[in-house]
Structures are given as C-alpha cells and as structure tokens.
C-alpha cells in the first residue's frame, strides 16, 4: 500500500483536466513550489508519522520565504519501526527557482539540531534535509506538489553516524478561502545507514492546516 501512493497521487494530477490546471490557485502555497509572497507571513501544524510539526514562515522576497520550525515525533527520522520520542528545531527556507502559470518549482532547506531518546540514552544529531518540489495548481481551490527530498541527517559520538535519505511523493492544499488552506503530505523511501551497512524504511505522512496573515 505504501508503495502505491506516490502513483496514485501521479495518477490523480494526470487525470486533471487542462483547464483546471491553467488556474493558479490562491497564489500562495506552505508545501508546494509556490512562495507566500514578500511581506506574508503562514502558520503551518501538522500531525501524524512521524509526529507534531508547527512552523512560522515568512515571505522575505517575491521568490524567497523563510522561517522557523518546531517538531515533537514518536517516530525517529520516519524510520517505521522506531518510535523512540524526539524533538526537533529546524530553520525553514525556500527558493522558488521557476514559476510558470501551471507550475512553480522551489528548492526547500531545513537545517537544525534534533535530539531523540531512548531507554538508555539521548541521541543528538543535526538535520541538514534539501529537497525539490513542483507545485501544480488544480483549479482555484487545490494546489498539488510532487517532491523529492534528501532529509540527510548526522548522529554524533558513537552509534549511528550520518543518515541518506532519499524520498519521493505528494501531496495536497485545498484552500478552504484565500488565507486558509488543509494540507497532506506523504514521502517515503529508504535511509541509508552506512556505519551498519543497513537500510531503514523511512515515511513521512502528515495531516495539516495553513493560515496566511
């Protein structure tokens, strides 16, 4: 099933109509390659695997949004047979780098320290995750996004060692009116884990709400 979705999600933006998809949306997007514009500020929560996200981002430029997350995950890094509790504090930017009327295409970085606790011990480590994303409006009210990210991560002292993830996926904004949207979003794939010379499944699926001030 989770192999699936990222097809499904390809299979349902191929099914649009071209009408639909030479609207733009609300002209702002939290996941997708479309920026809040300069001077907008956005409230993203989510909830789900692999736990609370809450984030500020802010419009610096017309291309250029930055900001600030917060996470609490029971699941570490997404990996699904872990569920050691953590926290991570990240900063949020992203680049837009093109932007046409049916699509917009952003580079995304959120680098931060991230400490993860187990029943002996406490994890620290430093995120330092890149991705690429497409976002492609559906009509007035849906923005879709297809992304690839590489949420590269380091443990430090012994254990671990550095973490390459590579993800693929979707998700959707549906605009509920021109400053609130609902957001999910899913990326999955495998982590490599050199130092063991092993292999974590890795998903991220979240359930969210956006409101632009």
């Avoid at 907008?40 to 981002?57: D, E, K």
Wanted: hydrophobic fraction near 45%.
């Amino acid at each position: 099933m989770k192999r699936l979705l990222p097809g499904v999600l390809l299979a349902c933006f191929l099914a649009l109509p071209a009408t639909a998809l030479a609207q733009r949306g609300q002209g702002w997007s939290v996941l997708a390659g479309e920026t809040l514009g300069r001077g907008n500020t956005a409230f993203h929560g989510q909830i789900g695997w692999p736990g609370i996200s809450l984030g500020v981002l802010h419009g610096g430029s017309e291309r250029f949004d930055i900001g600030g997350k917060f996470n609490f995950n029971w699941g570490r890094e997404g990996w699904v047979r872990y569920t050691d509790p953590g926290i991570k504090l990240q900063a949020w930017m992203r680049l837009q780098l093109i932007q046409e009327r049916n699509f917009s295409l952003a580079l995304t970085f959120q680098p931060g320290p991230f400490f993860y606790f187990d029943e002996y011990d406490t994890d620290v480590g430093l995120a330092l995750p890149l991705g690429l994303v497409v976002g492609i409006p559906a009509g007035s009210a849906v923005m879709v996004n297809l992304g690839l990210d590489v949420p590269f991560h380091v443990y430090f002292g012994e254990g671990i060692g550095p973490v390459f993830p590579i993800l693929v996926g979707g998700g959707l904004e549906y605009f509920v009116n021109r400053q609130l949207g609902v957001t999910f979003n899913v990326r999955l794939g495998p982590a490599v884990i050199p130092d063991f010379d092993d292999t974590e499944f890795t998903l991220e699926a979240l359930f969210g709400v956006a409101y632009r001030f």
